[in-house]
Structure formats: C-alpha cells, structure tokens
C-alpha cells in the first residue's frame, strides 16, 4: 500500500499537492477516493505539502 498521494485543490490552478498518510486526522489515516477533505498548506523542501487533512462531512 502507498502511504502518500496527491490531493487536488478547488478553484483556479487545480494544483496536486502531495500528502504523506501520517497527515491525514482520522483513526485509521485512510481517505477514499475523490473523497472531498480539507488541509493546511506548508512548503516542504519539494514544494507544498497538505497537512492535517481531515474528511468533510456531507
């Protein structure tokens, strides 16, 4: 299993932000795909990373 990924930001650019699982705020660090989340964004030395991601509720 991979324990990175990419999320794709709203709005204008669309950009991929790479993830690491250890950021993702749930119990078991799973999300599921296009599974609509929010984050922060921190500049890592390869570019901008998303953090503390955590799951939208609908």
Known sequence: ????????EDGEGNEDLFFH?????????????????EFDVKKSEKGLEAIDIKP???
Not at 1 to 8: E, R, W
Not at 21 to 37: C, F, G, H, P, Y
């Open 1 to 8: 299993a991979k324990h990175f990924g990419f999320i794709t």
């Open 21 to 37: 699982k250890s950021n993702i705020l749930t119990e078991d660090l799973a999300l599921e795909k296009n599974q609509r989340v």
């Open 56 to 58: 939208l509720t609908e």
